[in-house]
């Protein structure tokens, strides 16, 4: 169970703040509401202190709170500050460390994590000016969750949306009794270096093209949270993807397959390492300028990337546990159990991507290990990922 303080801006997604707290409360987290003044025209204090059956805070100048220093008291005391809906107006007031209200003066005041939500109109979210407070908060520690992309309530298309409430609450940290431990500070994986790559790989074909895949890089980020909050200290090795970094984890970002393998080896050593990432096997020798579709299909000049997951299990200073992922559309199983030999890993976790499982919040996966297979069953990517570390540890 987590405490979440959820601060609500004032935008019209703000009425999805009541189906984050019934959705939070129905999980057993507990929830503490907070409305800026313009929150309060679209939602009400009485309707969200019923679903969080929480008292809910909307002014900085309650005499009673403030004398006993309620907001100070309320910024320490959860275990996760979530702002949803993030207003541009709020985000820039964050980003200029102002503290006008409750709202921001709880956000400047708590030592705990932040999480924001953003939710506004598509050309707001794309003004420079927004632009740079975001980036300024991602300097700060702030996780950011991007918004989605389609239609809004003022008519438009394009990103801006507030993502579902069940996507945001799973996007959060951490969703334990109480906040993970500090890295090797305690947990079963205390005083353990765990190295984590995912996401894909993009090979440059010229200054606008890339080679890619589907991989959304969900699954190695939950293992990587689920590794933090067993104690372990955890390296993120994350591929393009527009995900938040888990709490307590240090994140590495890369594009190429041949820059993923530097920062894995540069991570080095590691007790535990999970090769999660989608690495490209091919790349091509880049043009320097764009590709014209006047000239005709290009003739690319493809050359094998490295092989990550065998160059670690062949070096002397291997990790002590080398888990490699395979994602198979036919044959799974004998994929999988040929990859663990010819990559020298102690496990393969492997999955069937034949169906929408990429980008998806849910998987299947058999852990294949030389004493057998595994069938794991449907579940999550998180309960995936804790499963793992549970075995693990």
Known sequence: ???????????????????????????????????????QHFVTPMSLAALAESPVYTSLWDLKDEVEMGHIELSRAADHVLVCPATADLIAKMAAGLATDLATTLLLATDKPVTIAPAMNVKMWEHPATQRNIAQLKADGVSVIDPDEGPMACGEYG????????A???ALPHTGETAPPLAGSEGPLAGKHVLVTAGP?????????????????????AIAAAAA???????????????????????????TAVQMRDAVIAALPADIAFMVAAVADWRVAAS?????????PPELQFEANPDILRELGERPDRPGLLIGFAAETDDVIANATAKLERKKADWIVANDVSGDVMGSDHNRVHIVTRDGVTDMGAMTKAQVAQMLIDRIS
Do not use: C, W
């Open 288 to 296: 320097a300028s764009k590709l014209k579709k006047g000239d005709g």
């Open 201 to 221: 790989t993009h090979e440059p074909i010229d200054p606008v093209r890339v080679l890619a895949n589907r991989s959304s890089g969900k699954q190695g980020f």
């Open 229 to 255: 909050r067993a104690g372990a200290r955890v390296t993120l090795v994350a591929g393009p993807v527009s995900l938040p970094t888990p709490f307590g984890v240090t994140r590495v970002d890369v594009m």
């Open 168 to 170: 945001i609450l799973a």
């Open 159 to 166: 990103p801006g949306r507030l993502p579902d409430p069940e």
């Open 1 to 39: 169970m987590a405490r979440i303080l959820l601060i609500i801006g004032g935008g019209i997604a703000a009425y999805k703040a009541a189906e984050l707290v019934r959705h939070a409360r129905k999980a057993g987290h507990e929830v503490t509401p907070v409305l800026t003044e313009g929150a």
